[in-house]
């Protein structure tokens, strides 16, 4: 699976195994190693010296939202050391639609890049976001699962373990244990059906996948 | 300091140019992309010796012919048709303190070859001496014979016994210290050197003088290194292939030192790798000084025309921390 002609950067794990669910689903072709940064600086890091890089020539991140403004700004300075190879001038916010930049030197190294910002490159949030927005019908169940949550939050002294940050993790993990086949991972989840592969922002990401790497929508 | 580099019509360049050129510069690129010949053009252009540094470029490329046609194609694009074109060679930078233009004119007609600075003469013909050189192998053979106005480390090292006989010329004192400092990365109980009669290396700790040839490979690649930084005082070192000879674990360590020696000494550089550890090497090495600045040079070939792409600083600093290949 090594050696592709692009790059898809991604923060963790549970990403990769997403984004591997819905590139088969959308039949996105295979034209890209996926590797796993470790964290969001990470990502960050390893785009930006990938773009100069010369193992790949496209290179896409998903990213989550969870930039201060200040984050961004730096991420932007770091991308604007490329500005004379690129078409179109970087955003000076990460709100909006999903960015391709293309490259003025084709087939070169410092080639097309694009940022995917988690849940929809316009809300605040993470992969988790992205899959709350899908849930199949299953709005009870979610509900129940935000109600556990606070149900449990709310017992003194504190019995839960996990940090503010992670909430929304906890929520679909809750939400997953729930489902016929309780506790799969998110890849395999959305293909059990516990997420909506159809969803309109899950079409916006392969459009994109689709647009960055195979130069197309989405079919 | 050379700040920018402009070629037309030298090997693989068509139209090539180089700006913002730094304190320390390392090129990157494929096998034959042109790497060596970009080193070449910077010679071309700071020597004063023209023939001479275009007879020693050929010698070393093993390219050298027997007539003055065939010396000057080689140096030329293999696709340039000679019949016609009055310019072949035009290679010029721009030199902050001596404003340096040079051009290389090959007039096919008369079949004459110019090598004029800008305000010299122009027309001034330097053809029978070109002839002498081809002709004359003793002069061909005799490739350090002449002064250089910049150094240059080829792949191959220059003998213990080549550097003995410029020691002898009083051109290595004063600034031994640092040579002694650089040459410690590789072997750190060095205490002196002794070139008074054959080259040996006086340890720590030890009463017995060591023949430097006795050290390695790696040690004389880092010894011409050391000298030829020492040599380069206040004007350019040029290196093809820094790795040769040396450890992938010791780059960010030679790079410690050759960086504060080009501090130091005022030397500017160009240097050819293949290695990434010497380019993680030099990132990391970079990032821990303020005061020199530096930048790699991928050279890469696109539909005839060979592309730029300069990597500064703090983007070759992450690129090392994320162990991303830009070979």
Same mark, same amino acid.
């Given at each position: 699976?090594?050696?592709?002609?692009?790059?898809?950067?991604?923060?963790?794990?549970?990403?990769?195994?997403?984004?591997?669910?819905?590139?088969?689903?959308?039949?996105?072709?295979?034209?890209?190693?996926?590797?796993?940064?470790?964290?969001?600086?990470?990502?960050?890091?390893?785009?930006?010296?990938?773009?100069?890089?010369s193992?790949?020539k496209?290179?896409?991140?998903?990213?989550?939202?969870?930039?201060?403004?200040?984050?961004?700004?730096?991420?932007?300075?770091?991308?604007?050391?490329?500005?004379?190879f690129?078409?179109?001038?970087?955003?000076?916010?990460?709100?909006?639609?999903?960015?391709?930049?293309?490259s003025n030197r084709k087939n070169l190294t410092y080639d097309?890049?694009?940022?995917?910002?988690?849940?929809?490159?316009?809300?605040?949030?993470?992969?988790?976001?992205?899959?709350?927005?899908?849930?199949?019908?299953?709005?009870?169940?979610?509900?129940?699962?935000?109600?556990?949550?606070?149900?449990?939050?709310?017992?003194?002294?504190?019995?839960?373990?996990?940090?503010?940050?992670?909430?929304?993790?906890?929520?679909?993990?809750?939400?997953?244990?729930?489902?016929?086949?309780?506790?799969?991972?998110?890849?395999?989840?959305?293909?059990?059906?516990?997420?909506?592969?159809?969803?309109?922002?899950?079409?916006?990401?392969?459009?994109?996948?689709?647009?960055?790497?195979?130069?197309?929508?989405?079919? | 300091?050379?700040?920018?580099?402009h070629i037309r019509l030298y090997r693989q360049f068509k139209d090539f140019k180089l700006?913002?050129?730094?304190?320390?510069?390392?090129?990157?690129g494929k096998n034959t992309v042109g790497k060596s010949s970009l080193?070449?053009t910077?010679?071309?252009?700071?020597?004063?010796?023209?023939?001479?540094?275009?007879?020693?470029?050929?010698?070393?490329?093993?390219?050298?012919?027997?007539?003055?046609?065939?010396?000057?194609r080689s140096l030329l694009p293999a696709w340039i048709d000679m019949?016609?074109l009055?310019?072949l060679l035009d290679i010029?930078?721009?030199?902050?303190?001596?404003?340096?233009?040079?051009?290389?004119?090959?007039?096919?007609?008369?079949?004459?070859?110019?090598?004029?600075?800008?305000?010299?003469?122009?027309?001034?013909?330097?053809?029978?001496?070109?002839?002498?050189?081809?002709?004359?192998?003793?002069?061909?053979?005799?490739?350090?014979?002449?002064?250089?106005?910049?150094?240059?480390?080829?792949?191959?090292?220059?003998?213990?016994?080549?550097?003995?006989?410029?020691?002898?010329?009083?051109? /290595?004192?004063?600034?031994?210290? %640092? *040579?002694? @400092?650089?040459?410690?990365?590789?072997?750190?109980? +060095?205490?002196?050197?002794? &070139?008074?009669?054959?080259?040996?290396?006086?340890?720590?700790?030890?009463?017995?003088?060591?023949?430097?040839?006795?050290?390695?490979?790696? /040690?004389?690649?880092?010894?011409? %290194? *050391?000298? @030829?930084?020492?040599?380069?005082?206040?004007?350019? +070192?040029?290196?093809?292939? &820094?790795?040769?000879?040396?450890?992938?674990?010791?780059?960010?360590?030679?790079?410690?030192?050759?960086?504060?020696?080009?501090?130091?000494?005022?030397?500017?550089?160009?240097?050819?790798?293949?290695?990434?550890?010497?380019?993680?090497?030099?990132?990391?090495?970079?990032?821990?000084?303020?005061?020199?600045?530096?930048?790699?040079?991928r050279l890469e070939a696109h539909e005839g025309k060979i592309h730029a792409l300069?990597?500064?600083?703090?983007?070759?600093?992450?690129?090392?921390?994320?162990?991303?290949?830009?070979?």
């Amino acid at each position: 699976m090594e050696n592709r002609e692009h790059l898809l950067l991604v923060e963790g794990n549970s990403e990769k195994h997403v984004l591997y669910t819905i590139c088969e689903k959308y039949e996105i072709p295979e034209v890209f190693d996926v590797e796993v940064a470790g964290n969001n600086e990470k990502a960050r890091s390893k785009f930006i010296a990938e773009i100069a890089g010369s193992k790949y020539k496209k290179v896409g991140v998903v990213l989550d939202n969870e930039l201060d403004q200040h984050v961004w700004d730096s991420f932007s300075t770091g991308l604007t050391r490329y500005a004379e190879f690129y078409e179109e001038p970087f955003p000076s916010s990460p709100l909006g639609e999903a960015l391709i930049i293309r490259s003025n030197r084709k087939n070169l190294t410092y080639d097309d890049f694009g940022i995917w910002m988690m849940p929809d490159n316009h809300s605040k949030g993470t992969l988790e976001n992205f899959l709350i927005q899908m849930k199949t019908g299953h709005d009870l169940l979610l509900d129940f699962s935000e109600k556990t949550l606070v149900a449990l939050e709310e017992q003194k002294p504190r019995i839960h373990l996990y940090k503010p940050v992670h909430r929304n993790k906890a929520l679909v993990h809750t939400y997953l244990a729930w489902q016929e086949n309780p506790g799969s991972p998110y890849g395999l989840a959305f293909k059990q059906g516990a997420f909506d592969l159809n969803h309109h922002n899950v079409k916006a990401l392969a459009d994109w996948l689709h647009r960055l790497f195979a130069d197309e929508p989405a079919a | 300091m050379l700040q920018s580099l402009h070629i037309r019509l030298y090997r693989q360049f068509k139209d090539f140019k180089l700006d913002n050129l730094k304190q320390v510069n390392l090129i990157v690129g494929k096998n034959t992309v042109g790497k060596s010949s970009l080193l070449e053009t910077i010679r071309i252009l700071l020597d004063t010796n023209k023939i001479e540094v275009l007879n020693d470029i050929l010698i070393l490329r093993d390219e050298h012919h027997g007539n003055p046609e065939q010396f000057i194609r080689s140096l030329l694009p293999a696709w340039i048709d000679m019949k016609g074109l009055l310019e072949l060679l035009d290679i010029s930078g721009n030199n902050k303190s001596n404003n340096f233009r040079t051009l290389a004119k090959y007039d096919s007609l008369e079949k004459r070859i110019f090598f004029n600075k800008e305000n010299s003469d122009q027309d001034n013909p330097d053809y029978s001496r070109l002839n002498d050189f081809i002709r004359n192998r003793d002069i061909r053979r005799n490739r350090w014979s002449y002064d250089y106005t910049y150094r240059y480390m080829g792949i191959v090292s220059n003998t213990y016994n080549y550097y003995q006989n410029l020691w002898k010329d009083k051109r /290595f004192s004063g600034d031994d210290k %640092l *040579a002694i @400092e650089l040459l410690q990365k590789i072997l750190p109980e +060095l205490e002196e050197i002794d &070139f008074t009669y054959t080259a040996v290396a006086k340890l720590k700790g030890i009463n017995k003088q060591i023949p430097l040839g006795s050290l390695g490979e790696g /040690f004389k690649r880092l010894f011409n %290194l *050391a000298l @030829e930084m020492v040599y380069a005082r206040d004007n350019v +070192l040029l290196i093809d292939e &820094f790795e040769v000879g040396l450890h992938h674990s010791i780059q960010e360590q030679i790079w410690d030192a050759t960086l504060m020696m080009a501090k130091e000494l005022n030397v500017q550089l160009f240097v050819t790798t293949h290695s990434q550890d010497c380019i993680y090497g030099f990132a990391r090495a970079l990032n821990k000084r303020d005061d020199i600045d530096g930048q790699a040079i991928r050279l890469e070939a696109h539909e005839g025309k060979i592309h730029a792409l300069a990597m500064d600083k703090e983007l070759l600093f992450t690129i090392a921390e994320t162990q991303t290949e830009v070979r």
